[in-house]
């Protein structure tokens, strides 16, 4: 099975950025497609942003585009995603996912695999 870890998470200042990252490890991940969700209390789990294997198809929520960036480098099997210009708007629990469909979806159904979450908050 595939296992992913996530990490960076922390508390930061509005205007700040984090960079979150995602370390997959067991079974290769060579052709999924990973994505970031995040869920703040009392709300649902909400697509953040997606990305193909290779990178070169991305995925984001509107409210992100522009100030989040999705990545990855598949020699270390780790998923990032970069945020810039934070609002107090994305505090939430962040979590990473894998689809063995390879398939770039901000459905949460469309995913195999999940991390633990890292808490993001942000302050005013």
């Known amino acids: 099975q595939v296992q992913l870890v996530e990490s960076g998470g922390g508390l930061v200042q509005a205007g700040g950025s984090l960079r979150l990252s995602c370390a997959a490890s067991?079974?290769?991940?060579?052709?999924?497609?990973t994505g970031w969700f995040r869920q703040a209390p009392g709300k649902e789990r909400e697509f953040v942003a997606a990305?193909?294997?290779?990178?070169?198809?991305?995925y984001y929520l509107s409210s992100v585009k522009g100030r989040f960036t999705i990545s990855r480098d598949n020699a270390k099997n780790t998923v990032y995603l970069q945020m810039d210009s934070l609002e107090p708007e994305d505090t939430a629990v962040y979590y990473c996912?894998?689809?063995?469909?390879?398939?770039?979806?901000?459905?949460?159904?469309?995913?195999?695999?999940w991390g633990q979450g890292t808490q993001v908050t942000v302050s005013s």
């Open positions: 996912a894998a689809a063995a469909s390879g398939i770039v979806s901000g459905i949460s159904n469309e995913y195999d695999y």
């Open positions: 067991g079974r290769t991940i060579s052709g999924y497609s």
């Open positions: 990305t193909s294997w290779s990178g070169g198809a991305t």
